[in-house]
Protein backbone atom coordinates (compact mmCIF):
# COMPACT_ATOMS: atom_id res chain seq x y z
CA UNK A 1 0.00 0.00 0.00
CA UNK A 2 1.14 3.35 -0.72
CA UNK A 3 -0.37 5.73 1.20
CA UNK A 4 -2.86 4.98 4.28
CA UNK A 5 -4.98 7.60 5.81
CA UNK A 6 -6.23 6.78 9.44
CA UNK A 7 -9.09 8.78 11.54
CA UNK A 8 -7.85 11.82 9.63
CA UNK A 9 -9.76 15.11 10.75
CA UNK A 10 -8.46 18.58 9.74
CA UNK A 11 -9.86 21.31 11.43
CA UNK A 12 -9.46 25.10 11.19
CA UNK A 13 -10.75 27.31 14.54
CA UNK A 14 -11.82 23.88 15.73
CA UNK A 15 -14.10 24.22 12.61
CA UNK A 16 -13.46 20.44 10.91
CA UNK A 17 -12.41 21.16 6.78
CA UNK A 18 -11.82 17.62 5.83
CA UNK A 19 -12.72 13.99 7.64
CA UNK A 20 -11.16 10.55 6.30
CA UNK A 21 -12.43 7.58 8.34
CA UNK A 22 -10.26 5.38 6.53
CA UNK A 23 -8.39 6.05 2.83
CA UNK A 24 -6.05 3.51 1.29
CA UNK A 25 -3.97 4.45 -2.03
CA UNK A 26 -2.30 1.71 -4.23
CA UNK A 27 1.05 2.86 -6.32
CA UNK A 28 -0.36 4.89 -9.14
CA UNK A 29 -1.02 8.21 -10.15
CA UNK A 30 -3.94 9.24 -8.56
CA UNK A 31 -6.10 12.60 -9.03
CA UNK A 32 -8.33 14.86 -6.77
CA UNK A 33 -10.82 16.77 -8.11
CA UNK A 34 -12.85 18.86 -6.61
CA UNK A 35 -14.62 22.84 -6.83
CA UNK A 36 -12.48 25.75 -5.08
CA UNK A 37 -12.52 25.34 -1.65
CA UNK A 38 -13.43 21.95 -1.65
CA UNK A 39 -10.20 21.19 0.23
CA UNK A 40 -8.28 19.71 -1.95
CA UNK A 41 -4.46 22.14 -0.85
CA UNK A 42 -5.69 21.02 2.72
CA UNK A 43 -5.42 17.27 1.74
CA UNK A 44 -2.18 17.60 -0.52
CA UNK A 45 -0.61 20.07 2.65
CA UNK A 46 -1.53 17.53 5.12
CA UNK A 47 0.35 14.68 3.46
CA UNK A 48 3.31 16.44 2.16
CA UNK A 49 3.88 17.24 6.35
CA UNK A 50 2.99 21.17 6.01
CA UNK A 51 -0.34 21.61 8.39
CA UNK A 52 -0.99 20.00 11.53
CA UNK A 53 -3.87 17.08 11.72
CA UNK A 54 -5.70 14.73 13.89
CA UNK A 55 -4.84 10.79 12.69
CA UNK A 56 -2.26 8.75 10.79
CA UNK A 57 -0.75 9.01 7.71
CA UNK A 58 1.13 6.17 6.55
CA UNK A 59 3.65 5.58 3.51
CA UNK A 60 4.86 2.30 2.27
CA UNK A 61 3.05 0.45 5.79
CA UNK A 62 6.69 1.42 6.74
CA UNK A 63 7.49 5.33 7.54
CA UNK A 64 3.91 7.51 9.96
CA UNK A 65 4.11 10.81 8.92
CA UNK A 66 4.88 12.24 12.88
CA UNK A 67 6.77 8.92 13.77
CA UNK A 68 9.18 8.70 11.42
CA UNK A 69 8.81 12.30 9.84
CA UNK A 70 12.49 12.71 7.86
CA UNK A 71 12.68 9.46 6.08
CA UNK A 72 8.68 10.08 5.64
CA UNK A 73 9.47 13.77 4.06
CA UNK A 74 12.65 12.11 2.10
CA UNK A 75 9.75 10.52 0.00
CA UNK A 76 6.83 12.67 0.10
CA UNK A 77 7.27 15.97 -2.57
CA UNK A 78 5.30 18.71 -2.78
CA UNK A 79 4.50 21.62 -5.16
CA UNK A 80 2.57 23.95 -4.28
CA UNK A 81 -0.30 25.61 -6.61
CA UNK A 82 0.74 29.43 -5.66
CA UNK A 83 4.50 29.28 -4.89
CA UNK A 84 5.93 32.38 -2.91
CA UNK A 85 9.14 32.15 -1.71
CA UNK A 86 11.60 35.12 -0.99
CA UNK A 87 11.71 38.08 -3.22
CA UNK A 88 15.57 38.50 -2.84
CA UNK A 89 16.62 35.29 -3.16
CA UNK A 90 17.26 33.62 -6.34
CA UNK A 91 15.84 30.16 -7.46
CA UNK A 92 19.28 28.66 -7.72
CA UNK A 93 19.39 29.75 -3.67
CA UNK A 94 16.18 27.42 -3.01
CA UNK A 95 16.41 24.56 -5.33
CA UNK A 96 20.14 24.47 -4.17
CA UNK A 97 18.95 24.44 -0.29
CA UNK A 98 15.76 22.12 -1.48
CA UNK A 99 17.77 20.10 -2.98
CA UNK A 100 20.48 19.42 -0.32
CA UNK A 101 17.55 18.92 2.09
CA UNK A 102 15.97 15.80 -0.42
CA UNK A 103 19.66 14.87 -1.19
CA UNK A 104 19.51 15.13 -4.53
CA UNK A 105 22.48 14.57 -6.71
CA UNK A 106 23.79 18.04 -8.83
CA UNK A 107 23.14 16.66 -11.99
CA UNK A 108 19.89 15.82 -11.30
CA UNK A 109 19.31 19.82 -10.38
CA UNK A 110 21.00 20.33 -13.87
CA UNK A 111 18.95 18.78 -15.54
CA UNK A 112 15.57 19.48 -14.48
CA UNK A 113 17.09 23.36 -14.41
CA UNK A 114 17.81 22.72 -18.06
CA UNK A 115 14.36 20.84 -18.62
CA UNK A 116 11.81 23.68 -17.50
CA UNK A 117 14.22 26.04 -18.64
CA UNK A 118 14.34 27.48 -15.73
CA UNK A 119 18.72 27.79 -15.78
CA UNK A 120 17.83 30.88 -18.22
CA UNK A 121 17.20 33.00 -15.13
CA UNK A 122 17.87 31.34 -11.86
CA UNK A 123 19.99 33.60 -10.64
CA UNK A 124 17.91 36.41 -10.41
CA UNK A 125 15.67 37.44 -7.50
CA UNK A 126 12.44 35.42 -7.82
CA UNK A 127 10.88 38.99 -6.87
CA UNK A 128 11.53 39.59 -10.61
CA UNK A 129 9.76 36.55 -11.96
CA UNK A 130 6.29 35.81 -13.54
CA UNK A 131 3.82 33.61 -11.86
CA UNK A 132 4.61 30.92 -14.76
CA UNK A 133 8.28 31.22 -13.62
CA UNK A 134 7.77 30.53 -9.84
CA UNK A 135 5.54 27.82 -10.79
CA UNK A 136 8.29 26.17 -12.84
CA UNK A 137 10.24 26.46 -10.10
CA UNK A 138 7.86 24.61 -7.68
CA UNK A 139 7.43 21.93 -10.11
CA UNK A 140 10.75 20.80 -10.42
CA UNK A 141 11.34 21.01 -6.80
CA UNK A 142 8.67 18.14 -6.45
CA UNK A 143 11.00 15.92 -8.79
CA UNK A 144 14.32 16.38 -6.32
CA UNK A 145 15.80 13.41 -4.85
CA UNK A 146 14.04 9.88 -5.15
CA UNK A 147 10.61 10.17 -4.15
CA UNK A 148 8.07 7.44 -3.55
CA UNK A 149 5.09 10.28 -4.54
CA UNK A 150 4.90 13.04 -5.57
CA UNK A 151 2.11 15.50 -5.24
CA UNK A 152 1.30 18.37 -7.54
CA UNK A 153 -1.29 20.80 -6.35
CA UNK A 154 -3.02 22.41 -9.40
CA UNK A 155 0.15 21.40 -11.84
CA UNK A 156 -1.54 23.06 -15.25
CA UNK A 157 -1.83 26.75 -13.78
CA UNK A 158 0.04 28.85 -14.62
CA UNK A 159 1.94 27.53 -17.16
CA UNK A 160 2.30 27.38 -21.04
CA UNK A 161 2.28 24.64 -23.05
CA UNK A 162 5.57 23.55 -23.69
CA UNK A 163 5.76 23.66 -19.72
CA UNK A 164 2.70 21.17 -19.62
CA UNK A 165 4.28 19.05 -21.90
CA UNK A 166 7.42 18.77 -20.42
CA UNK A 167 5.87 17.79 -17.25
CA UNK A 168 3.64 15.78 -18.66
CA UNK A 169 6.48 13.93 -20.39
CA UNK A 170 8.23 14.14 -16.93
CA UNK A 171 5.44 12.73 -15.07
CA UNK A 172 5.14 9.39 -17.44
CA UNK A 173 9.28 9.26 -17.16
CA UNK A 174 8.20 9.18 -13.34
CA UNK A 175 5.17 6.77 -13.60
CA UNK A 176 7.46 4.33 -15.47
CA UNK A 177 10.05 4.29 -12.64
CA UNK A 178 7.54 3.18 -10.04
CA UNK A 179 6.96 6.83 -9.07
CA UNK A 180 3.17 7.42 -7.60
CA UNK A 181 2.10 11.21 -8.26
CA UNK A 182 -1.37 12.77 -6.22
CA UNK A 183 -2.88 15.40 -8.73
CA UNK A 184 -5.05 18.15 -7.37
CA UNK A 185 -7.37 20.07 -10.18
CA UNK A 186 -10.07 21.50 -10.39
CA UNK A 187 -9.76 20.77 -14.02
CA UNK A 188 -10.05 17.49 -15.82
CA UNK A 189 -6.97 16.20 -16.46
CA UNK A 190 -8.41 13.43 -17.57
CA UNK A 191 -8.82 14.92 -20.69
CA UNK A 192 -4.90 14.97 -20.48
CA UNK A 193 -2.71 12.45 -22.14
CA UNK A 194 -1.49 11.62 -18.77
CA UNK A 195 -2.45 8.06 -17.19
CA UNK A 196 -4.84 8.31 -14.30
CA UNK A 197 -4.80 5.11 -11.60
CA UNK A 198 -8.55 6.27 -9.75
CA UNK A 199 -10.14 9.58 -9.34
CA UNK A 200 -11.42 10.72 -5.98
CA UNK A 201 -13.80 13.57 -5.40
CA UNK A 202 -13.27 16.10 -2.42
CA UNK A 203 -16.56 17.40 -1.20
CA UNK A 204 -17.98 18.80 1.59
CA UNK A 205 -15.08 17.72 3.98
CA UNK A 206 -14.90 14.24 2.64
CA UNK A 207 -13.04 11.87 0.27
CA UNK A 208 -15.62 10.31 -2.09
CA UNK B 1 -12.78 52.25 9.69
CA UNK B 2 -13.18 49.02 12.32
CA UNK B 3 -11.39 46.78 9.00
CA UNK B 4 -8.58 49.03 9.11
CA UNK B 5 -7.95 49.08 12.78
CA UNK B 6 -8.13 44.86 13.00
CA UNK B 7 -5.42 44.71 9.69
CA UNK B 8 -3.13 47.50 10.45
CA UNK B 9 -3.30 48.90 13.96
CA UNK B 10 -3.90 45.77 15.93
CA UNK B 11 -0.89 43.72 14.25
CA UNK B 12 1.40 46.90 15.04
CA UNK B 13 0.82 46.64 18.92
CA UNK B 14 0.79 43.08 18.96
CA UNK B 15 3.73 42.73 17.33
CA UNK B 16 5.29 45.55 18.90
CA UNK B 17 4.16 44.60 22.84
CA UNK B 18 7.75 43.62 24.04
CA UNK B 19 9.39 46.62 22.43
CA UNK B 20 6.62 48.81 23.81
CA UNK B 21 7.07 47.10 27.25
CA UNK B 22 10.47 48.11 27.09
CA UNK B 23 9.61 51.64 26.51
CA UNK B 24 7.18 51.68 29.19
CA UNK B 25 9.23 50.11 31.68
CA UNK B 26 12.56 52.13 30.73
CA UNK B 27 9.96 55.85 30.45
CA UNK B 28 8.18 54.56 34.20
CA UNK B 29 10.25 51.86 35.73
CA UNK B 30 12.55 54.42 36.72
CA UNK B 31 11.22 57.71 37.27
CA UNK B 32 8.20 58.56 39.30
CA UNK B 33 5.87 61.13 38.29
CA UNK B 34 7.50 64.08 40.28
CA UNK B 35 10.55 63.23 37.84
CA UNK B 36 8.19 62.96 35.00
CA UNK B 37 7.01 66.71 35.74
CA UNK B 38 10.66 68.12 36.57
CA UNK B 39 11.43 66.50 32.90
CA UNK B 40 8.30 67.93 31.51
CA UNK B 41 9.26 71.37 32.86
CA UNK B 42 12.26 71.53 31.70
CA UNK B 43 11.39 70.48 28.04
CA UNK B 44 8.34 72.94 28.19
CA UNK B 45 11.05 75.65 28.57
CA UNK B 46 14.18 74.72 26.67
CA UNK B 47 13.57 74.94 22.28
CA UNK B 48 16.61 72.25 22.61
CA UNK B 49 15.07 69.72 24.75
CA UNK B 50 11.88 70.18 23.04
CA UNK B 51 13.48 69.66 19.48
CA UNK B 52 15.07 66.27 21.07
CA UNK B 53 11.51 64.77 22.33
CA UNK B 54 10.38 65.87 18.82
CA UNK B 55 12.75 63.87 17.02
CA UNK B 56 12.15 61.01 19.40
CA UNK B 57 8.53 60.86 18.64
CA UNK B 58 9.41 61.55 14.91
CA UNK B 59 11.70 58.43 14.91
CA UNK B 60 8.55 56.51 16.91
CA UNK B 61 6.08 57.86 13.65
CA UNK B 62 8.72 56.44 11.13
CA UNK B 63 8.99 53.08 12.72
CA UNK B 64 5.53 52.72 13.40
CA UNK B 65 4.42 54.13 9.55
CA UNK B 66 7.16 52.05 7.88
CA UNK B 67 5.77 48.82 9.84
CA UNK B 68 2.27 49.67 8.73
CA UNK B 69 3.10 50.39 5.05
CA UNK B 70 5.03 47.13 5.11
CA UNK B 71 2.03 45.23 6.10
CA UNK B 72 0.09 46.78 3.17
CA UNK B 73 2.65 44.76 0.76
CA UNK B 74 2.39 41.42 2.47
CA UNK B 75 0.09 38.97 0.81
CA UNK B 76 -2.83 39.12 3.81
CA UNK B 77 -3.02 42.96 3.71
CA UNK B 78 -2.65 43.64 -0.09
CA UNK B 79 -6.78 43.58 -0.57
CA UNK B 80 -6.48 46.83 1.31
CA UNK B 81 -4.24 48.43 -1.35
CA UNK B 82 -8.22 48.89 -3.41
CA UNK B 83 -8.27 51.57 -1.01
CA UNK B 84 -6.95 53.62 -3.88
CA UNK B 85 -9.99 53.26 -5.48
CA UNK B 86 -12.25 55.74 -2.40
CA UNK B 87 -13.15 58.66 -2.77
CA UNK B 88 -10.01 60.90 -1.01
CA UNK B 89 -12.00 62.70 1.92
CA UNK B 90 -12.98 59.07 2.86
CA UNK B 91 -9.81 57.59 2.36
CA UNK B 92 -7.38 60.11 4.03
CA UNK B 93 -10.04 60.03 7.33
CA UNK B 94 -8.97 56.31 7.43
CA UNK B 95 -5.36 56.85 6.98
CA UNK B 96 -5.93 59.95 9.85
CA UNK B 97 -7.32 57.62 11.88
CA UNK B 98 -5.11 54.95 11.50
CA UNK B 99 -2.40 57.27 12.30
CA UNK B 100 -4.02 58.63 14.98
CA UNK B 101 -4.39 55.02 16.84
CA UNK B 102 -0.66 53.94 15.88
CA UNK B 103 0.85 57.52 17.59
CA UNK B 104 -1.16 56.88 20.71
CA UNK B 105 2.30 56.75 22.72
CA UNK B 106 3.02 59.84 21.31
CA UNK B 107 0.05 61.47 21.97
CA UNK B 108 -0.54 60.52 25.70
CA UNK B 109 2.75 61.55 26.83
CA UNK B 110 2.18 65.18 24.75
CA UNK B 111 -1.44 65.10 26.32
CA UNK B 112 0.40 65.18 29.86
CA UNK B 113 3.25 67.61 28.74
CA UNK B 114 0.54 70.03 27.46
CA UNK B 115 -1.62 69.83 30.88
CA UNK B 116 1.33 70.50 32.63
CA UNK B 117 2.33 73.28 29.91
CA UNK B 118 -1.74 74.55 30.95
CA UNK B 119 -0.45 74.77 35.04
CA UNK B 120 3.07 76.52 33.70
CA UNK B 121 1.50 78.71 31.44
CA UNK B 122 3.84 78.11 28.26
CA UNK B 123 1.17 78.56 26.12
CA UNK B 124 4.17 78.95 23.05
CA UNK B 125 5.52 75.20 24.11
CA UNK B 126 1.89 73.78 24.30
CA UNK B 127 1.08 75.05 20.63
CA UNK B 128 3.97 74.07 19.06
CA UNK B 129 4.16 70.54 21.31
CA UNK B 130 0.08 69.94 19.54
CA UNK B 131 1.29 71.37 16.29
CA UNK B 132 4.28 68.96 16.52
CA UNK B 133 1.48 66.01 16.99
CA UNK B 134 -0.79 66.83 14.49
CA UNK B 135 2.53 67.38 11.97
CA UNK B 136 3.14 63.82 12.59
CA UNK B 137 -0.28 62.13 12.48
CA UNK B 138 -0.66 64.09 9.01
CA UNK B 139 3.18 62.90 7.57
CA UNK B 140 2.15 59.47 8.93
CA UNK B 141 -1.33 59.50 6.69
CA UNK B 142 0.81 61.24 3.72
CA UNK B 143 2.93 58.32 4.11
CA UNK B 144 0.13 55.41 4.12
CA UNK B 145 -1.38 57.17 1.03
CA UNK B 146 1.63 57.44 -0.83
CA UNK B 147 2.24 53.64 -0.35
CA UNK B 148 -1.42 52.97 -1.84
CA UNK B 149 -1.47 55.33 -4.62
CA UNK B 150 2.12 53.74 -5.18
CA UNK B 151 2.22 50.28 -4.22
CA UNK B 152 4.72 47.01 -4.55
CA UNK B 153 7.94 49.50 -5.67
CA UNK B 154 9.65 48.37 -8.05
CA UNK B 155 12.61 47.47 -5.65
CA UNK B 156 13.07 46.74 -1.72
CA UNK B 157 16.29 48.27 -0.55
CA UNK B 158 19.40 46.82 -3.09
CA UNK B 159 21.79 44.81 -1.38
CA UNK B 160 24.69 43.42 -3.46
CA UNK B 161 24.26 39.98 -4.44
CA UNK B 162 26.62 37.59 -3.43
CA UNK B 163 27.48 35.19 -6.40
CA UNK B 164 27.46 32.43 -4.25
CA UNK B 165 24.13 30.65 -3.21
CA UNK B 166 22.86 31.94 0.06
CA UNK B 167 22.89 29.30 3.04
CA UNK B 168 19.47 28.95 5.07
CA UNK B 169 21.20 31.02 7.83
CA UNK B 170 21.46 33.87 6.12
CA UNK B 171 17.87 33.96 4.37
CA UNK B 172 16.52 35.51 7.53
CA UNK B 173 19.12 38.73 8.53
CA UNK B 174 18.71 39.04 4.38
CA UNK B 175 14.91 39.39 4.75
CA UNK B 176 15.45 41.67 7.75
CA UNK B 177 17.82 43.94 6.07
CA UNK B 178 16.08 44.17 2.97
CA UNK B 179 12.18 44.54 4.28
CA UNK B 180 12.27 45.29 7.52
CA UNK B 181 15.60 47.83 7.59
CA UNK B 182 14.60 50.42 10.00
CA UNK B 183 12.57 48.27 12.31
CA UNK B 184 15.57 45.83 12.55
CA UNK B 185 17.76 48.74 12.98
CA UNK B 186 16.02 50.51 15.32
CA UNK B 187 15.93 46.99 17.81
CA UNK B 188 19.35 46.70 17.30
CA UNK B 189 19.68 50.13 18.54
CA UNK B 190 17.59 50.03 21.49
CA UNK B 191 19.07 46.55 22.29
CA UNK B 192 23.03 47.64 22.18
CA UNK B 193 21.77 50.99 23.89
CA UNK B 194 20.15 49.53 26.53
CA UNK B 195 23.47 47.17 26.86
CA UNK B 196 26.01 49.76 26.59
CA UNK B 197 24.05 52.45 29.16
CA UNK B 198 24.24 49.37 31.88
CA UNK B 199 27.70 48.80 31.15
CA UNK B 200 28.61 52.58 31.66
CA UNK B 201 26.46 52.96 34.61
CA UNK B 202 29.09 51.97 37.16
CA UNK B 203 32.18 51.86 34.81
CA UNK B 204 34.47 51.94 37.78
CA UNK B 205 33.19 50.75 40.67
CA UNK B 206 32.19 47.46 42.65
CA UNK B 207 29.91 46.84 40.17
CA UNK B 208 26.59 44.42 40.66
CA UNK B 209 25.91 42.07 38.27
CA UNK B 210 22.39 41.82 38.80
CA UNK B 211 22.52 45.51 36.45
CA UNK B 212 23.78 43.90 33.63
CA UNK B 213 21.36 40.84 34.10
CA UNK B 214 18.21 43.04 33.84
CA UNK B 215 19.85 45.19 30.76
CA UNK B 216 20.41 42.15 29.26
CA UNK B 217 16.81 40.83 29.85
CA UNK B 218 15.36 44.31 28.22
CA UNK B 219 17.72 43.94 25.74
CA UNK B 220 16.27 40.50 25.05
CA UNK B 221 12.54 41.51 25.13
CA UNK B 222 13.15 44.49 22.79
CA UNK B 223 14.11 41.59 20.57
CA UNK B 224 10.53 39.80 20.72
CA UNK B 225 9.90 41.60 17.55
CA UNK B 226 12.38 39.81 15.78
CA UNK B 227 11.84 36.51 17.20
CA UNK B 228 8.14 37.04 15.88
CA UNK B 229 8.68 38.28 12.52
CA UNK B 230 10.99 35.38 12.24
CA UNK B 231 7.94 32.81 12.29
CA UNK B 232 6.07 34.68 9.79
CA UNK B 233 8.64 34.90 7.43
CA UNK B 234 8.50 30.99 7.81
CA UNK B 235 5.13 30.55 7.19
CA UNK B 236 4.70 33.50 4.61
CA UNK B 237 7.82 33.09 2.70
CA UNK B 238 9.19 29.43 2.73
CA UNK B 239 6.07 27.56 3.33
CA UNK B 240 7.99 24.55 1.78
CA UNK B 241 10.12 24.21 5.02
CA UNK B 242 7.83 21.84 6.77
CA UNK B 243 7.88 19.66 3.54
CA UNK B 244 11.81 19.13 4.17
CA UNK B 245 13.36 16.06 5.34
CA UNK B 246 15.23 17.39 8.51
CA UNK B 247 15.36 16.44 11.96
CA UNK B 248 14.52 18.45 15.23
CA UNK B 249 17.76 18.64 15.98
CA UNK B 250 19.11 20.02 12.25
CA UNK B 251 15.76 22.17 12.63
CA UNK B 252 17.41 23.45 15.73
CA UNK B 253 20.78 24.15 14.91
CA UNK B 254 19.78 26.10 11.61
CA UNK B 255 17.94 28.59 14.23
CA UNK B 256 20.59 28.44 16.90
CA UNK B 257 22.83 29.27 13.77
CA UNK B 258 20.85 32.47 12.82
CA UNK B 259 19.96 33.59 16.01
CA UNK B 260 23.83 33.40 16.71
CA UNK B 261 24.38 35.70 13.44
CA UNK B 262 21.77 37.95 14.62
CA UNK B 263 23.25 38.42 18.09
CA UNK B 264 26.74 38.62 17.57
CA UNK B 265 27.04 42.37 17.50
CA UNK B 266 26.48 42.23 20.92
CA UNK B 267 29.19 40.27 22.19
CA UNK B 268 31.59 43.03 21.22
CA UNK B 269 29.59 45.74 22.40
CA UNK B 270 29.50 44.27 26.21
CA UNK B 271 33.62 42.72 25.71
CA UNK B 272 34.16 46.61 24.89
CA UNK B 273 32.00 48.31 27.53
CA UNK B 274 32.67 45.43 30.23
CA UNK B 275 32.70 47.45 33.58
CA UNK B 276 36.19 46.95 35.27
CA UNK B 277 35.27 45.13 38.43
CA UNK B 278 33.47 42.71 35.85
CA UNK B 279 35.40 39.75 33.81
CA UNK B 280 35.24 39.13 30.19
CA UNK B 281 34.15 35.46 31.11
CA UNK B 282 30.93 36.59 32.86
CA UNK B 283 30.44 39.17 29.81
CA UNK B 284 30.66 35.83 27.44
CA UNK B 285 28.38 33.92 29.81
CA UNK B 286 25.91 36.67 29.54
CA UNK B 287 25.73 37.00 25.61
CA UNK B 288 25.59 33.10 25.77
CA UNK B 289 22.60 33.76 27.98
CA UNK B 290 21.17 36.05 25.76
CA UNK B 291 21.28 34.20 22.53
CA UNK B 292 19.69 30.84 24.65
CA UNK B 293 16.71 32.88 25.78
CA UNK B 294 16.39 34.37 22.14
CA UNK B 295 16.25 30.55 21.01
CA UNK B 296 13.91 29.91 23.87
CA UNK B 297 11.83 32.45 22.75
CA UNK B 298 11.74 31.04 19.28
CA UNK B 299 10.96 27.41 20.63
CA UNK B 300 7.95 28.65 22.42
CA UNK B 301 6.65 30.04 19.36
CA UNK B 302 7.46 26.72 17.39
CA UNK B 303 4.34 25.12 18.02
CA UNK B 304 0.81 24.59 15.81
CA UNK B 305 -1.65 26.10 17.92
CA UNK B 306 0.88 29.44 18.52
CA UNK B 307 -1.03 32.24 19.33
CA UNK B 308 1.31 35.48 18.59
CA UNK B 309 -0.74 37.84 20.52
CA UNK B 310 -0.56 35.47 24.02
CA UNK B 311 3.29 34.60 23.08
CA UNK B 312 3.85 38.20 23.59
CA UNK B 313 1.70 38.39 27.04
CA UNK B 314 4.00 35.58 28.53
CA UNK B 315 7.06 37.15 27.27
CA UNK B 316 6.00 40.31 28.99
CA UNK B 317 4.83 38.81 32.28
CA UNK B 318 7.80 36.86 32.07
CA UNK B 319 10.12 39.64 31.88
CA UNK B 320 8.19 40.98 34.95
CA UNK B 321 8.83 37.23 37.16
CA UNK B 322 12.79 37.26 35.75
CA UNK B 323 13.16 40.86 37.29
CA UNK B 324 12.08 39.75 40.57
CA UNK B 325 14.44 36.52 40.39
CA UNK B 326 17.00 38.86 39.19
CA UNK B 327 16.17 40.90 42.22
CA UNK B 328 16.67 38.06 44.32
CA UNK B 329 20.10 36.97 43.36
CA UNK B 330 19.15 34.63 40.81
CA UNK B 331 22.97 33.93 38.92
CA UNK B 332 23.64 34.02 35.31
CA UNK B 333 25.01 30.64 34.42
CA UNK B 334 21.47 29.81 36.31
CA UNK B 335 19.45 31.79 33.41
CA UNK B 336 21.66 30.35 31.05
CA UNK B 337 20.79 26.88 32.25
CA UNK B 338 17.27 28.01 32.40
CA UNK B 339 17.12 29.05 28.85
CA UNK B 340 19.04 25.72 27.49
CA UNK B 341 17.16 23.27 29.08
CA UNK B 342 13.58 25.10 28.24
CA UNK B 343 14.63 25.64 24.80
CA UNK B 344 15.54 21.65 24.18
CA UNK B 345 11.85 20.25 26.96
CA UNK B 346 9.86 23.00 24.39
CA UNK B 347 11.52 21.83 21.20
CA UNK B 348 11.40 18.07 22.17
CA UNK B 349 8.38 17.64 24.36
CA UNK B 350 5.41 17.25 21.90
CA UNK B 351 5.42 15.57 18.75
CA UNK B 352 8.76 14.85 16.26
CA UNK B 353 7.17 17.68 14.30
CA UNK B 354 6.07 20.83 14.92
CA UNK B 355 3.49 20.58 12.61
CA UNK B 356 1.45 17.57 13.94
CA UNK B 357 -0.52 18.15 16.56
Not at chain 1, 34 to 41: C, D, F, L, P, Y
Not at chain 2, 18 to 42: E, W
Not at chain 2, 224 to 250: A, G, M, Q, Y
Request: charged residues 15%.
Amino acid sequence: MLLTINNFRKAYNDTPVLTIPLLTLEPGTHWFRGINGSGKSTLMRTVAGMLPFEGEIWLNNQYEINRQPVPYRMRVNYAEAEPLYPDFLSARDIIQFVGKAKQSQPQQITNLTQLFGVDQYWKQPTGTYSSGMLKKVALLMAFLGQPDLILLDEPLTTIDDRATQILFTLIKEHQAKGVSFGLASHQDVGLTELTIDRVFLVENGEIK
Amino acid sequence: MKLLLRTLVQPYYARNAGFLGVIVYLTFGFMRPSDHHALIAAIMGSPFLLALTAGLWAIYTLRATIFVRQLLNEPPQRFLLTARLLPRPLRWGGWLLVATMLLIPVEAYAGWMVQRGIFHQTWIANGLVISIVLGLIAASAGAIDHRIRHPYPAQTIRLPRPNWTIPYPLFYPGFLLRHRPVAFLLTKAVSLGLLIGVCRLYPTDDYDQRLLLIGLMMSIIAYSPICRTFFEFETTWLRLLPNLPFSRFHRLTRYALTYALLWLPELPVLLQNKPQTVSAGYMALLWLTGWGWLLLFHARSYRPDWNPDRWQQQLLFGFLASLVLIMFGFPVWGWLLLGGLGTGWLWFRNSPSPYHS
